[in-house]
Protein backbone atom coordinates (compact mmCIF):
# COMPACT_ATOMS: atom_id res chain seq x y z
CA UNK A 1 0.00 0.00 0.00
CA UNK A 2 3.18 2.29 0.80
CA UNK A 3 3.74 3.41 -3.09
CA UNK A 4 0.78 4.92 -4.28
CA UNK A 5 1.16 6.73 -0.92
CA UNK A 6 4.76 7.81 -2.05
CA UNK A 7 3.42 8.34 -5.72
CA UNK A 8 0.79 10.82 -4.61
CA UNK A 9 3.34 12.95 -2.17
CA UNK A 10 5.48 12.92 -5.57
CA UNK A 11 2.63 14.59 -7.14
CA UNK A 12 1.83 17.23 -4.03
CA UNK A 13 5.61 17.74 -4.12
CA UNK A 14 5.43 19.03 -7.94
CA UNK A 15 2.86 21.70 -6.57
CA UNK A 16 5.37 22.78 -3.96
CA UNK A 17 5.65 26.57 -4.33
CA UNK A 18 9.23 27.12 -2.76
CA UNK A 19 11.09 29.97 -4.53
CA UNK A 20 13.16 30.91 -1.65
CA UNK A 21 14.39 27.95 -0.13
CA UNK A 22 14.20 25.94 -2.97
CA UNK A 23 13.58 22.51 -1.16
CA UNK A 24 9.93 21.63 -2.35
CA UNK A 25 8.30 18.90 -0.16
CA UNK A 26 5.44 16.90 -0.60
CA UNK A 27 3.20 14.59 1.89
CA UNK A 28 0.33 11.95 1.76
CA UNK A 29 -1.52 11.20 4.65
CA UNK A 30 -3.92 7.70 4.23
CA UNK A 31 -6.60 7.28 6.69
CA UNK A 32 -8.04 4.16 7.87
CA UNK A 33 -10.95 4.00 5.38
CA UNK A 34 -8.40 4.38 2.47
CA UNK A 35 -8.64 8.03 1.67
CA UNK A 36 -5.20 10.22 0.68
CA UNK A 37 -4.84 13.80 1.69
CA UNK A 38 -2.07 15.73 0.15
CA UNK A 39 0.27 18.67 0.46
CA UNK A 40 2.95 20.53 -0.73
CA UNK A 41 5.61 23.16 1.00
CA UNK A 42 4.46 26.87 0.73
CA UNK A 43 6.59 29.76 1.33
CA UNK A 44 5.83 33.39 1.56
CA UNK A 45 8.06 36.19 1.77
CA UNK A 46 7.99 36.64 4.92
CA UNK A 47 10.25 33.70 5.48
CA UNK A 48 9.59 31.56 7.68
CA UNK A 49 5.75 32.29 7.86
CA UNK A 50 4.62 29.38 5.02
CA UNK A 51 4.18 26.51 6.05
CA UNK A 52 5.09 22.38 5.44
CA UNK A 53 3.98 20.01 3.08
CA UNK A 54 2.95 18.03 6.23
CA UNK A 55 0.38 21.12 7.72
CA UNK A 56 -1.30 21.27 4.49
CA UNK A 57 -2.08 17.85 3.51
CA UNK A 58 -3.46 17.88 7.54
CA UNK A 59 -5.86 20.87 6.36
CA UNK A 60 -7.00 19.17 3.61
CA UNK A 61 -7.26 15.76 6.06
CA UNK A 62 -9.29 18.20 8.70
CA UNK A 63 -11.51 19.78 5.87
CA UNK A 64 -12.44 16.54 4.35
CA UNK A 65 -13.56 15.01 7.46
CA UNK A 66 -10.73 13.61 9.19
CA UNK A 67 -10.40 10.11 10.45
CA UNK A 68 -7.60 7.78 11.59
CA UNK A 69 -4.33 8.15 10.15
CA UNK A 70 -2.72 5.00 9.71
CA UNK A 71 0.10 5.64 7.43
CA UNK A 72 2.30 9.29 6.23
CA UNK A 73 4.41 9.51 3.34
CA UNK A 74 6.83 12.59 3.36
CA UNK A 75 8.96 13.21 0.30
CA UNK A 76 11.48 16.08 -0.97
CA UNK A 77 13.59 16.66 -4.46
CA UNK A 78 16.54 17.36 -2.78
CA UNK A 79 17.10 15.05 0.00
CA UNK A 80 16.68 11.17 0.47
CA UNK A 81 14.45 9.95 3.41
CA UNK A 82 13.59 13.88 4.60
CA UNK A 83 11.34 13.42 7.55
CA UNK A 84 8.99 15.60 9.18
CA UNK A 85 10.03 18.43 10.85
CA UNK A 86 9.22 19.58 14.75
CA UNK A 87 6.46 21.27 14.36
CA UNK A 88 5.01 19.08 11.73
CA UNK A 89 5.71 15.94 14.11
CA UNK A 90 3.85 18.01 16.77
CA UNK A 91 1.03 18.74 14.91
CA UNK A 92 0.72 14.81 13.02
CA UNK A 93 0.78 13.80 16.36
CA UNK A 94 -2.54 15.22 17.47
CA UNK A 95 -4.08 12.90 14.37
CA UNK A 96 -2.00 9.98 14.48
CA UNK A 97 -1.41 6.70 17.21
CA UNK A 98 2.29 6.37 18.08
CA UNK A 99 2.08 3.64 15.86
CA UNK A 100 0.80 4.97 12.75
CA UNK A 101 3.92 4.13 9.80
CA UNK A 102 5.78 6.77 8.37
CA UNK A 103 7.01 6.31 5.11
CA UNK A 104 10.42 8.08 4.43
CA UNK A 105 11.20 8.55 0.81
CA UNK A 106 14.02 8.71 -1.86
CA UNK A 107 13.41 10.09 -5.91
CA UNK A 108 12.66 6.09 -6.41
CA UNK A 109 10.09 5.19 -3.45
CA UNK A 110 10.10 4.41 0.43
CA UNK A 111 13.57 4.24 1.63
CA UNK A 112 12.80 3.74 5.54
CA UNK A 113 9.89 2.63 7.35
CA UNK A 114 9.10 4.18 10.97
CA UNK A 115 6.70 5.30 13.04
CA UNK A 116 5.24 8.18 14.75
CA UNK A 117 6.46 6.99 18.16
CA UNK A 118 9.84 6.81 16.87
CA UNK A 119 10.12 10.40 15.36
CA UNK A 120 8.47 11.93 18.55
CA UNK A 121 8.85 9.31 21.83
CA UNK A 122 7.88 12.16 23.85
CA UNK A 123 5.23 14.26 22.30
CA UNK A 124 2.48 16.35 23.77
CA UNK A 125 -0.91 15.01 23.79
CA UNK A 126 -4.01 16.92 23.32
CA UNK A 127 -6.12 14.00 26.02
CA UNK A 128 -4.23 14.88 28.95
CA UNK A 129 -6.23 18.66 28.54
CA UNK A 130 -9.43 16.93 28.68
Known amino acids: MSHDLFEAAKAAMAKA?????KFPV??????????????ANIEVASYPEGWCAETTAL?????????KIVEIAVLAERMAK????????QRLAEFCRP???LYLCDASGVAEIVTMGDM???GFRGDILK
Do not use: N, Q, V, W
Not at 17 to 21: L, M
Not at 26 to 39: M, S, V
Open 120 to 122: LPY
Open 17 to 21: YAPYS
Open 26 to 39: GAALRTEDGRIFTG
Open 59 to 67: GHYIMGGGG
Open 82 to 89: CSPCGGCR
Open 99 to 101: ETK
